[in-house]
């Protein structure tokens, strides 16, 4: 029961240009979600959050948009750079206890 | 800041021996999670502690995996006759309350 859905396996951007990263949930309970990076051989870092009351989070070049009615957030990341290339992952959680995760978008930003 | 430490960072292993892992949560951080990640995949929630207390264990956790966190300290994961089905990356996360999670690098295990 998938219930954190990241359906795009892969996205490559040019450098300079924008980034879109999408996720998908099933749960209404929902109430706080995350977006993480990870480079091959570290686990994942934190990079931005969102809670249920706000439709929208920034921070920096990076801005996590919430539709709670489509049950659908993204993560855009403006102008995207070379080091942005990684994978991410979306996480939602219900109260706070613990975390469900998407299966990862892997981007690659080309210089 | 030491960050999360998790040790070893690999470990092969035969068919039916037992396993142990470490996670070391920063020092401070009264939660600490165990996930599971397989190719392709994002991390899989297996359990997690709040102080030396477990409160939830995934139905992935099968019988021959036990999690412990003596003193509300270091955890340890024990798998008991792992099966080459076991074989994944095991990240350890930490945080305080309602705070980000912080996440270790992880100990692969590869099961022959």
């Known amino acids: 029961d998938q219930q954190v859905k990241q359906n795009s396996p892969s996205l490559s951007v040019q450098e300079g240009r924008i980034s879109i990263l999408n996720c998908d949930y099933t749960?209404?309970?929902?109430?706080?979600f995350l977006w993480y990076k990870k480079y091959p051989a570290e686990g994942p870092t934190f990079l931005i959050s969102?809670?249920?009351?706000?439709d929208k989070n920034e921070d920096g070049r990076f801005t996590v948009f919430l539709n709670k009615s489509a049950k659908h957030l993204s993560l855009h990341i403006v102008p995207s750079q070379p080091g942005d290339s990684a994978v991410y992952f979306c996480?939602?959680?219900?109260?706070?206890?613990?975390?469900?995760f998407g299966s990862g978008t892997k981007l690659n930003v080309k210089p | 800041d030491t960050g999360v430490s998790q040790n070893p960072r690999h470990k092969i292993t035969k068919r039916g021996q037992n396993v142990t892992f470490r996670c070391d949560p920063i020092?401070?951080?009264?939660?600490l999670y165990w996930y599971r990640q397989t190719l392709g995949q994002g991390p899989e929630f297996l359990t997690y502690?709040?102080?030396?207390?477990?409160?939830?264990k995934s139905r992935l956790l099968s019988d021959r995996f036990s999690a412990e966190r003596p003193k509300g300290s270091f955890s340890t994961l024990e798998i008991q006759r792992t099966e080459q089905g076991d074989s994944a990356m095991y990240l350890c996360?930490?945080?305080?309350?309602?705070?980000?999670?912080?996440f270790g690098p992880g100990t692969r295990l590869t099961v022959l």
């Open positions: 020092s401070e951080h009264n939660r």
């Open positions: 969102i809670s249920s009351i706000k």
């Open positions: 996360a930490s945080r305080h309350n309602r705070d980000r999670e912080f």
């Open positions: 996480a939602a959680s219900a109260g706070f206890n613990k975390f469900y």
């Open positions: 749960n209404s309970m929902f109430d706080y």
């Open positions: 502690f709040q102080n030396e207390a477990q409160l939830e």
